[in-house]
């Protein structure tokens, strides 16, 4: 008497399931059948998976690398002889349903890094003048952070000069669907720009009120799930935006960038200062571009020393609480050779001082408890 089940091709079921569920939505980041983006899968006697995949939009710029994963990840089970994947495209209700599920019900609409519950750090990354590497600093701490698996996400709201996409080498455009927007993936880490919002390199000439819509939109539509970490990349100076951030982000922390150059802590400090009337908390200073390393070992101080200490003694003494001075960044050829090619130092060259530095101040920040201010702990009375 035959069994009503093959076990054989039980097993192979099972192990076909298993191996999909480790092909990972390369935007979402989550595995695809959690997603509802299998459609149908099946395994025919001769060993051939037939696999229907829904995408979230036509076009999706990401289906060949879904197809690519998804044959990969079957093509390894033992007994899988050949892979057909099949792309299809989710309905409105799927898509709804997706939507919900990423968003929770109801499709919430606030910004998620608010919520009670939140244990994301959100670093507003600020400096008083351009051009004194807080773009470099945001990225290197950000991959530092995702290459010790912590889940990060970058908003480039540098309005002026946004140059986050380039320094992770990113071309991709964000996807929609419908009105929520699914950022990038690079090394780990989500990113939005505004630079992904305008064509070609064109100035963005926003004033307050649109910035401020801008950034909320950011915070709002763009899907960023649950992240540990939420960097966002200041315009330098004291501008609309960083009230905006102090506004739409009360909890976010400022994690102030200068030179030694006592001229530019100078600066540097009013950027800081904002803290002391939004009543945000300085998560530190960070020093970049300290000094050239010389061949013969010796440091040569290209723009003078002691500006980051001054500036987080002077910024303690503002605040009234402790300011770190969380690392001194040497200058470095390989920092910005990186970033020109789109590749962050602390991936690229992660044995450099420079590097070292970086991923020092990275760790300063991931050993920071996460946030648990406002946290429901739901104690109970015995
Ligand atoms: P900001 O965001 O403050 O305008 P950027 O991060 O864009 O500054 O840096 C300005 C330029 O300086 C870039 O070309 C960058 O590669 C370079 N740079 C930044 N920090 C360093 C460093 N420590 N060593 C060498 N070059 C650096």
Redesign the pocket.
Known sequence: MSSPVDPTSEALNEAVQAALATVIDPELRKPITELGMVDSVSVSADGRVSLAVLLTIAGCPLKDTITADAGKALSAVPGVTAVDVELKVMDQAQRDALKEQLRGPGGQRGIPFNEAGSLTKVFAVA?GK???????VTVNLACALAAQGLRVGIVDA?VY?F?VPGLMGITQAPTRVDDMILPPVAYGVKVISIGMFVTGNQPVAWRGPMLHRALEQFLTDVYFGDLDALFLDLP?GTGDIAISVAQLLPKAEILV?TTPQAAAADVAERAGAIATQTGQKIAGVVE??SYLEMPDGGRMELFGSGGGAVLASRLAGMVGTDVPLLGQ?????Q??EG?DAGVPIVLGQPATP?AEALAGIAGQLAARPRGLAGMHLGVQPR
């Open positions: 400096s351009g051009g004194v590497g807080k773009s470099s540098d000069g140059s330098p960038v970049n571009m960044i040497p200058l470095d050829i920092l910005r970033g420079a």
